[in-house]
């Protein structure tokens, strides 16, 4: 099955500084990431996703990169804000011919400070 | 437009007792999906249903069982629960299982075994 890995498990930053999520995942296969926002409490809510005829993706101060010969894809995140701040989610897509499931990366937990 | 309903929001259980989460959604979307979300473990799938009449085994259905009653309605069964199975779960639904369609999830249930 599809094995997702993603870095850092915490990270800070200023405002106004970009942030930058990592993910690695196993199965040449998947092709379709989305990418999660889950703030404290609350459901995970898709804040992007990217397809793998596609590299790279924007919505706004996020993007989303994807290299499917290394099998990585990243979230950026440009002039964070407080808001910002909640755990984000990667996740990678095994389809087994009648449903797509998701496997999720274990969380960053995202700061935005003053 | 609701989008993905759960019942019930918060739920205390003893060892032992069964008990049923009920997960509903109007968006007419043919797949649905049952995670837990543990600390530091992101969410793990438990069962999924890519259509109505189907359900399969995610990656962790040990104590679990579950039925698609409808389109609409997707339950999970804890027959016998054990403290292990203290966690948040989610119910999510997706337009069609096959084609990688955004997951889309409810508030979650809450559910402690003591």
């Known amino acids: 099955g599809e094995n997702v890995e993603q870095h850092p498990s915490t990270l800070s930053v200023q405002e106004g500084d970009s942030a930058v999520i990592k993910c690695t995942y196993s199965?040449?296969?998947?092709?379709?990431f989305p990418w999660y926002k889950q703030e404290l409490g609350k459901r995970p809510q898709l804040i992007i996703d990217?397809?793998?005829?596609?590299g790279e993706k924007k919505d706004q101060r996020i993007a989303v990169t994807l290299n499917k010969t290394a099998k990585h894809f990243s979230l950026h995140i440009t002039e964070t804000q407080p808001e910002d701040s909640a755990v984000y989610f990667c996740?990678?897509?095994?389809?087994?011919?009648?449903?797509?499931?998701?496997?999720f990366g274990t969380g960053t937990r995202l700061q935005v400070t003053l | 437009n609701a989008g993905v309903t759960q019942t019930p929001k918060f739920q205390v259980l003893k060892t032992g007792q069964s008990m049923t989460l009920q997960c509903a959604q109007d968006m007419n979307h043919n797949s649905m999906y049952w995670y837990r979300q543990d600390p530091g473990m992101g969410l793990r799938l438990i069962y999924y249903?890519?259509?109505?009449?189907?359900?399969d085994k995610g990656e962790v259905p040990n104590g679990y069982n579950v039925s698609r009653l409808n389109k609409r309605e997707f339950s999970l069964r804890l027959e016998s629960a054990a403290p292990s199975q203290t966690s948040v779960y989610f119910c999510?639904?997706?337009?069609?299982?096959?084609?990688?369609?955004?997951?889309?999830f409810g508030d979650g249930t809450r559910l402690s075994i003591l």
């Open positions: 996740a990678a897509t095994e389809n087994t011919g009648t449903a797509s499931k998701l496997t």
């Open positions: 999510a639904s997706s337009g069609q299982g096959y084609s990688n369609q955004p997951q889309h």
């Open positions: 249903s890519a259509s109505e009449g189907t359900t």
């Open positions: 990217i397809r793998s005829n596609v």
């Open positions: 199965d040449s296969a998947s092709n379709y």
